[in-house]
């Protein structure tokens, strides 16, 4: 899949909605069996989302395949201009949420099938928000993902709230680190509006006992062990644990130089 992009100049910012889980990434990706069997009988009664088929999350790491995935059906993608201040604000919310299905209302807490720990690894905005040593470990890659919102009225029209969709492209194009892009993938190519998902996790990362921001490399490892070893395995075969090893050793050492360098005021020599 390539992609030829252009940046435009900054202007307003693009910001979460402030809701926990307000990111929507796992309705992307992880949780959606195919035809949304999960839903059962409530797909036939239960109307779209606005994000689909209009919105489509990529994920692109330099020197990698660019990797470009369907939203759920149910999916409800918004922005909004914030009537106080310039900013546009983002919001993903499950459409059905009130009668969220059994399988994504206990993700990413009940993901998985072992029978002793039924939490496999974090959901994967938490990875997506994890230090860029933990993501260069365990997908040998420092990966980016974007919202990529067809670049048409109707779709635009279909996500923004209360704009005449002229005027919300306008808006849009113009917001802090968006680009306009033109993805080819298979015979078709088409333009899309590249927005970056922002890492930021307070309030818009689902939090529970179990499901805890990614700190260190060490810290995910005992947690989500079974997940991460099986990545660790698939790239490193029999050198895994040497590589898992230097790596913990690495992000200790930088974060000594780091703690060194607030103390002091000065960079280690
Ligand atoms: S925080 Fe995790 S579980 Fe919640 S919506 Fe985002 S990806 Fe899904
Ligand atoms: S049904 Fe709702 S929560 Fe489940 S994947 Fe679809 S949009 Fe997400």
Redesign the pocket.
């Known amino acids: 899949m390539g992609i030829n992009c252009t940046l435009n100049k900054n202007r307003s910012n693009i910001i979460f909605a402030e809701n926990?889980?307000?990111?929507?990434?796992?309705?992307f990706t992880?949780?959606i069996p195919p035809d949304n069997g999960h839903v059962g009988f409530l797909k036939f009664l239960w109307k779209k989302g606005s994000g689909y088929p209009y919105v489509k999350l990529l994920v692109t790491g330099e020197g990698y395949k660019n990797e470009l995935y369907d939203s759920c059906k149910f999916l409800n993608f918004t922005i909004s201009a914030s009537p106080t201040d310039a900013s546009l604000k983002m919001d993903?919310r499950c459409s059905i949420y009130k009668r969220r299905p059994v399988q994504c209302m206990g993700?990413?807490d009940e993901a998985g099938d072992s029978l002793f720990e039924k939490m496999s690894g974090p959901?994967?905005?938490?990875e997506y928000a994890a230090p860029a040593s933990y993501k260069k470990l365990i997908y040998k890659r420092d990966w980016q993902a974007f919202y990529a919102i067809q670049d048409d009225v109707k779709a635009i029209r279909n996500i923004f709230v209360n704009e005449d969709a002229h005027t919300a492209r306008e808006l849009l194009i113009h917001a802090k680190d968006v680009h306009l892009a033109t993805i080819s993938a298979g015979n078709e190519e088409s333009n899309y509006i590249l927005i970056p998902l922002p890492k930021r996790i307070q309030n818009?990362?689902?939090l529970s006992e179990k499901?805890q921001p990614i700190g260190t490399i060490a810290q995910a490892y005992h947690r989500w062990q079974e997940k991460i070893q099986k990545n660790l395995q698939n790239h490193y075969g029999t050198e895994w644990e040497m590589k898992l090893k230097n790596a913990i050793e690495t992000e200790e050492k930088d974060a000594g130089k780091r703690r060194n360098e607030d103390t002091t005021g000065n960079p280690e020599c």
């Open positions: 926990e889980c307000s990111d929507g990434m796992c309705c992880c949780v993903l993700y990413p959901c994967i905005f938490n818009i990362l689902y499901h």
